[in-house]
């Protein structure tokens, strides 16, 4: 590509033709740097786009940033606006516990499946479960989180805690203190499920990038697969399962909709998967643009959006750049 | 003729394509079998069929029998891993797999368990280099990645792992096509030593090759084993017309 | 001399045989999944369905159970989906372009798709919160253009891509040979990659369209909700997302039951997109050189 850059700018149009100023030629040549400078225009755009939203919520959370210190802000376990007391720390750890726990069950079944279809399905399963994976990942999130009222949160009321509360009980995080279903674990359960398709199909494409002739060397000298693929693919995509992952728990800590619905909204500090919660989408879904005449509470909510924001950054940042990589590698061979 | 690999109305099929057509052919042991033909023929298919590989790709279907020491290794009992254990294989390009030379070579032991400690491995992994050609040039090395050699290296380096999983038959697909002369050369004169030890089949396009190495040919044409005969005879002789315009054509 | 080709179970054969256990049993919790969501949306949603459901705006008392429909939020969704597509369209058809003919595999290019990689992992509620203040700064209230305008953006990282992966596909030769005709890198972009980005473009629209429709955080400030049909690009409009979340939020269960019948609206509309879009561009696939 590179190569026909060089050939083909304007310039060297206008050099081959020569002394005889052909002015169709002219023309196309303007055109094509005039296309190139307003397309160059447009391509900056994303960029300056992630830019612009974190400068505008950083400005319009500098008010808050400026009268407290971060650490209060962050770390403060009281959250009551009317007093002017802004501790996110509830709602940080609400955000945390629910992606942690939506992460830990998805990973595990994500991983396997994904290995199975990029390791061991047949061609007609593969183009099955592409277009599966299209609908699971179309399904608009306020639908989840219909499902989670209807299935989830029974279900966890119902079936989950009952059987935990037997067996599990005397462990803090599997206590059940508020019985109602609506909760961590539910939230959990839904994000899980909202966050395959995009951890399975990340996944796949990595296994991809493995080539073949390393599986054939294994096999050829008679590992079984499950062998080939423990001691050659996997060590060898093992950062890239890793940024699946954290692009997955990114993925679940911006989720909305779904949460809200089924988590509670209980600003409380968690400690145990079946307690309620009140993570930061939905306290900033559920409050930003009402009661605006408290003093710095809008700004309070937008730097909510913006601790979101920037650890969401930095989170896909990582992990975009590691799975870059690994697919140039894989063009490169 | 003390047949190791018997062949036995074998067809293969791409999808609706038929790669193989009614192939029946002995393989000596203890010999080199060179097989040849166009490209396109179908050797490197036939050449899969042997250790099992023609099953890795998506469609392929395949009728008849290939029988190792007198067993149809598509049998309904076999084991597939076992089968590829005593069918070593030596790919067009080399592939080290991405770990230290030490552990190349020690990998299918690992893999199968062969050794009882470290000593025994260590042991195994000095002998299959040796037999490789590459001891005196790795030794200090040994636990460098199998990346840093050149590419001769990499692939006698190919060879001794698949040599120490104690196969009897090894098979090349084209396995100096990818390797400048010398290492060619180098590779060529291994199998010349271990054949005596291992009925070797190599599939090769080059003439040239096919002469300096083979105690017995295969010539196939269009999925199809044209000839099949002692090395002296096809090319002293050949019966058919084909062959011998391919002979010609070459030359 | 025999050789022992027979299997026994060492247990390396365990391992494998479970393992290949555990894999399909994942893949069915996945599809399992599938099948759950669209089960329960179908069985509950079902029954509330009517036409009035889908004729009608609704009347007064509705969200007290009372008569009339959702056609408001369909409508709506319908305008800010199309609508934020559209504007979206004429931003990341020359960004793909660009992509393609100017930047290529290189450095710039990498960035480029990095930065829109990043993008498209923003969360839909820091894009409302974002559009709000700016809403803020502009003076605007909550209308079907500001919605229009997030949704935009939520959906340019989402259609570039989209198109990107399918333009890069295109052989080189093809554009090589453009070039040696004594095109410039211009007119090779209009002409043969324009072609060969149709079924890039489907797909586009067909996603940005699915994940319009099916947005609500980022609407919820910006285009806000009211019971009429929208008139006019500054008015609020009602959306199906939060006709859901809305009327399940209700004490009322008719109302309830008509939130599941949204949600089921708002399912069949989205997985006729995805899978008008597999449809699709399989079809113009076709008729492209690969």
Same mark, same amino acid.
């Given at each position: ?34 296309? &190139? ?31 407290? $210190? ?48 990029? /390791? ?40 989950? #805690? ?19 279903? @609506? ?8 994000? #899980? ?45 093992? =950062? ?45 879904? !559920? ?7 408290? =003093? ?18 930095? @989170? ?18 | ?9 074998? !067809? ?19 010999? +080199? ?97 040796? +037999?490789?050609?590459?001891?005196? /040039? ?114 | ?22 894999? &399909? ?21 079902? $029954? ?116 990107? /992966?399918?333009?890069?596909?295109? $052989? ?81 269960? /008719? ?27 399989? &079809? ?7």
């Amino acid at each position: 590509m590179s190569q026909s850059d060089k050939i083909n700018t304007p310039q060297t149009v206008t050099k081959t033709t020569g002394r005889v100023i052909r002015p169709v030629a002219v023309s196309r040549a303007r055109q094509n740097s005039f296309a &190139r400078r307003t397309f160059f225009g447009f391509t900056l755009l994303p960029v300056f786009l992630i830019l612009i939203v974190t400068i505008a919520l950083l400005v319009r959370s500098w008010p808050i940033l400026n009268a407290y $210190p971060l650490s209060d802000l962050l770390f403060g376990d009281v959250w009551k606006p009317t007093d002017g007391q802004f501790g996110f720390r509830p709602f940080i750890l609400g955000t945390f516990w629910v992606t942690v726990v939506g992460v830990v069950l998805s990973v595990p079944p994500c991983l396997l499946a994904s290995i199975y279809l990029a /390791e061991y399905a047949h061609a007609r399963l593969r183009s099955i479960a592409k277009p599966v994976l299209d609908l699971l990942a179309a399904i608009p999130p306020v639908v989840y989180g219909v499902w989670g009222l209807l299935a989830i949160v029974p279900f966890v009321d119902k079936v989950l #805690a009952p059987l935990s509360d037997r067996w599990l009980g005397s462990v803090s995080i599997f206590a059940v203190n508020q019985p109602t279903g @609506f909760g961590i674990l539910a939230a959990g359960l839904v994000l #899980a499920v909202m966050i395959a398709p995009l951890i399975i199909s990340v996944m796949y494409e990595i296994f991809s990038t493995v080539p073949n002739d390393l599986r054939h060397a294994s096999l050829a000298v008679g590992a079984t697969q499950w062998q080939t693929i423990r001691n050659i693919v996997l060590p060898q995509v093992a =950062p890239g399962i890793l940024a699946a992952i954290v692009l997955g728990a990114s993925r679940a800590l911006g989720e909305t909709i779904a949460v809200l619905m089924v988590v509670g909204n209980i600003p409380q500090i968690p400690t145990s998967i079946f307690d309620s919660a009140y993570p930061l989408p939905a306290l900033i879904a !559920n409050n930003y643009g009402e009661m605006m005449s408290i =003093p710095l509470y809008d700004a309070a909510l937008l730097s909510a959006a913006l601790v979101l924001l920037v650890v969401i950054l930095i @989170f896909n940042i990582l992990s975009i750049i590691i799975l870059q990589r690994m697919m140039r590698q894989k063009w490169a061979s | 003729m003390d047949a190791h690999i018997q062949v036995k109305n074998l !067809n293969v099929y791409y999808g609706k394509q038929q790669a193989l057509k009614d192939v029946n052919i002995e393989i000596p042991k203890n010999q +080199i079998t060179v097989i040849m033909g166009p490209s396109g023929c179908g050797k490197t298919t036939l050449l899969k069929t042997f250790n099992r590989f023609l099953e890795l790709s998506d469609g392929t279907q395949l009728t008849g029998e290939v029988l190792v020491d007198g067993q149809n290794i598509y049998g309904r009992e076999v084991d597939v891993t076992e089968v590829r254990k005593v069918v070593g294989l030596l790919a067009q390009r080399p592939s080290p797999l991405p770990m230290s030379i030490y552990d190349n070579v020690a990998y299918g032991m690992h893999i199968h368990k062969m050794k009882k400690d470290r000593k025994e491995y260590k042991d195994a992994v000095r002998h299959y280099l040796e +037999i490789a050609g590459l001891w005196e /040039e790795v030794h200090k090395r040994l636990h460098d990645p199998a990346t840093s050699l050149s590419i001769g290296q990499q692939q006698r380096l190919c060879l001794a792992r698949g040599l120490a999983v104690e196969p009897v038959i090894i098979l090349g697909d084209e396995p100096t096509s990818a390797l400048d002369p010398i290492s060619s050369q180098n590779i060529e004169s291994r199998l010349l030593d271990l054949k005596q030890q291992y009925t070797t089949v190599i599939v090769t396009h080059t003439l040239r090759q096919a002469k300096r190495l083979a105690d017995y040919v295969i010539y196939m044409y269009l999925g199809e084993v044209i000839e099949a005969a002692p090395a002296h005879e096809v090319f002293t002789n050949p019966q058919h017309e084909r062959t011998k315009q391919y002979l010609e054509g070459l030359f | 001399m025999g050789f022992l080709m027979k299997k026994h179970w060492q247990r390396r054969h365990l391992m494998e045989a479970f393992m290949k256990f555990i894999m &399909r049993v994942s893949l069915v919790i996945v599809a399992g999944a599938l099948g759950l969501i669209l089960w329960i949306v179908i069985v509950r949603g079902l $029954p509330a369905l009517s036409w009035a459901m889908v004729t009608k705006i609704p009347e007064g008392g509705y969200y007290m159970g009372k008569g009339g429909g959702i056609l408001n939020a369909i409508l709506g969704s319908l305008y800010l989906a199309s609508g934020g597509t559209l504007l979206a369209m004429i931003f990341s058809v020359p960004i793909a372009m660009y992509l393609k003919t100017y930047l290529g595999d290189s450095k710039w290019g990498h960035y480029v798709r990095l930065s829109l990689d990043v993008l498209w992992g923003i969360p839909s509620i820091v894009y409302g919160a974002f559009g709000f203040t700016l809403m803020i700064a502009l003076g605007m209230r909550a209308s079907l253009l500001a919605g229009i305008v997030i949704l935009a953006l939520i959906e340019l990282p989402i259609m570039t891509r989209a198109m990107d /992966e399918v333009i890069r596909r295109m $052989p080189v030769d093809l554009e090589h040979a453009a070039l040696a005709l004594g095109s410039t890198k211009f007119e090779v972009a209009l002409r043969v990659v324009t072609r060969q980005m149709l079924p890039g473009i489907t797909t586009a629209i067909l996603l940005g369209l699915g994940r319009g429709i099916g947005d609500a955080a980022s609407v919820l400030f910006t285009a806000g909700y009211t019971d009429r049909i929208p008139t006019s690009l500054m008015r609020p409009t009602a959306s199906l997302p939060l006709a859901v979340f809305f009327q399940l939020g209700s004490p009322y269960p /008719e109302v309830q039951q008509r939130g599941y019948a949204a949600a089921l609206i708002l399912t069949i509309i989205v997985l006729v997109v995805s899978l008008g879009s597999r449809w699709l561009s399989a &079809r113009l696939n076709k008729y492209t050189i690969k």
